[in-house]
């Protein structure tokens, strides 16, 4: 792989880094924080994205979409990351539109593509109950009930989960706890009767949910994919969640990076301007070796997903694992650097701290994915 | 040697062409590469240097050295009059992926290739070239390299050994340090200091001599490995003719600069050759339970290192393809260097931990003469040797990061 971009990739590259800067800065987010914006998001944002194209990146052009893959996508996330731009983004147009993608029926994909390209629905996946990403722990259960299922369990860490028009919902079919078969997907409406949702608003400011389902019934359309294989779905979704995250992690680092390198160029202590400190050169540019290996890996992982690569799970839990510890490094070494001002709300650097470790939880954090590349490679 | 384990995109070339070219190389590999030269390598000694004293481990090594001379393809993208097959980056691509297909050994590695080959090619005269160029390439020549000296370390420039103008030819004065193989090399590329009345970068000249010439006296240095593969060489009224000055006299640090970031890129990729999985060789010694290495402590040290070396080898191809063919990389080659060399030091901790105390072993046949501690030391020098991690760290603040003061 020689993981160059082409021109029409730098194009959207350079087209996404000057919409975030100039419609979803950092002050946006800051502004939804302190205003307690009941959504966590802006509206007027998400129709832009649509309008942008961004929002059907994934999906294909008889459904409204521009298709234009997962590295795409990856680029998108990284300008979101740099700027900490607050939209459903990942929930509905990279998790939910490959989801239906992936697994919908013509039907599913006809109701659901077109108003995901379009910015007209927002779609949650529900998915982790536990404190930590375990898909094949689900325990949510969904029993034949007539012609349908009827849905028992809770959910947790739904991204998205409190503004979602419908959300994909994992729920065991068969087996137990630990089985990654028996597991299955359906579309659920979070108004049916049943479904109450809390709205949990997280360290970095955006949003989740947990989720009850209490005796839920929905129809047999409701399923999405295979009865008892939605792992089938769900394996494709998580692995190019994972890489949209690590794409955002990418973007999230490096920003925190570049501007503590741009503060420790300004600062003056003892006379000096700190920058000229061996002790934060060499560990400055210990940050840069990192993030340059980090980004290999994130490129890497996006092409192998456009690629079909067999081998796109690795790459996708090794751009986890690497961008995980990386971005948590950066944002660490950042709040130090930065000092005392580092701890203070006014500095934006705590702001990509706290995005940072909501990031390398999401789908799975450093040992998970270090743990899974093992079992993966017989060790 | 180095060059051949980074797997290239081909791009914009004329597939079909190449289709065709490739077709031609896997035949001809098939024909002409000896069996033998498709075994792995299991030691230095499988390695060829060439020279005018080599002495060939096989029949078989000799004649893949020739036939691959022949061909112009052990230095496939030099030009044909200096001893290459002038072969595009795409075509030496393709010749590397057919080579790698029957685990065809490198036929020749050399400081000359790697080192002496690009500085001569971007800062030599035509007779130069021409001179010692081809040589290289046929494997008839070793070079090896002066440019340390013993209070010239990281800090190079200001290397002291002298070089005074006699009208007709230079005389040379002086002592090096870390010459490796300089016991074993036929010629030296070496920075020798022709004026010292300016700043330290200025006045230095790099030079070519023959290491017969009369007062040229090279010393093993004994290492911590208990192997040699560095002298302190001694120049004592060298006699070096004028035509063997490489580039403008006194700016000879432009060659010396131009051809550490070559060095460094080696030094980085090389704990790429290392063959088998860490976790393999983790897994052989140490055993599994319910298919996790028995140690859960190291099987997640390990699994990080697999994962930052695969996230670097990555790096190193996209850093190469990003820097165009045959184009220096700049300040990113210190960074490789930095990242590449740290994780080989980690990677032979790792290695020496898993191994426990079979590792240990220094003198048996069953450790191969002690292979295993005497890698792992040898790498201690990685981030020694080409410039340390500190000064690779400062020339990334100095230059990428441009931070005051570095």
Redesign the interface.
Known sequence: ????LTEDEVMLRDTAEGFFADKAPVTSLRKLRDERDETGFDRSLWAEMAEMGFTGVVIDEDHGGVDMGFLAAGLIAEQMGRNLSASPFLSTAILAATAIREGGSSEQKSEWLPKIAGGEAIIALALDEGPKHNPSGTSATAEKSGNGFKLNGSKAMVVDGHIADALIVAARTNGEDGDSEGISLFIVNPKTQGVSTERTIMVDSRNAARIELDNVEVSGDALLGTVDDGMAVLGKVLNVGRAAVAAELLGAGSQAFEST?AY??ERKQFG??I??F?A???R???L??EL??????V??ALTALDNDDPKAELYCA?AK??LGSVAKLASQEGVQMHGGVGMTDEYDIGLFMKRIRVLQELFGDA?YH??Q???A??? | MYMQLYAYEIEDANMSDLKAFAAEVREWLEANCPEEMRQPISGDKDICWGGRNWKFQSDAQKVWLERMAAKGWTVPTWPKEYGGAGLSRAEEIVLQKEMKRINARSPLDSFGIWMLGPALLKFGTEAQKLEHLPPVARGEIRWCQGYSEPSAGSDLASLATKCEDMGDHFIVNGQKVWTSYADQADWIFCLVRTDNTGKKHHGISFVLFDMETPGVEARPIKLISGRSPFCETFFEDVRVEKHNLVGTREKGWDVAKYLLTHEREMIGGQNQSVSRPLHELAAASLGLEDGKLSDPMLRAKITEAEIDEWAFGLTMSRKLAEAKAGASLGADSSMLKYYGTELNKRKHELMMDATGHDGLEWESDRSDDGKMARSWLRTKGNSIEGGTSEVMLNIISKHILQLPGA
């Open positions: 792989m020689g993981l160059l390198v420790i160029k000096s301007i920058g000229e061996q934060l050169q060499h400055a540019s210990h840069y070796a340059e290996i980090a980004r290999s890996a490129l890497a090794m694992a690497k040992h270090m743990n590349f093992a079992l490679n017989k060790f």
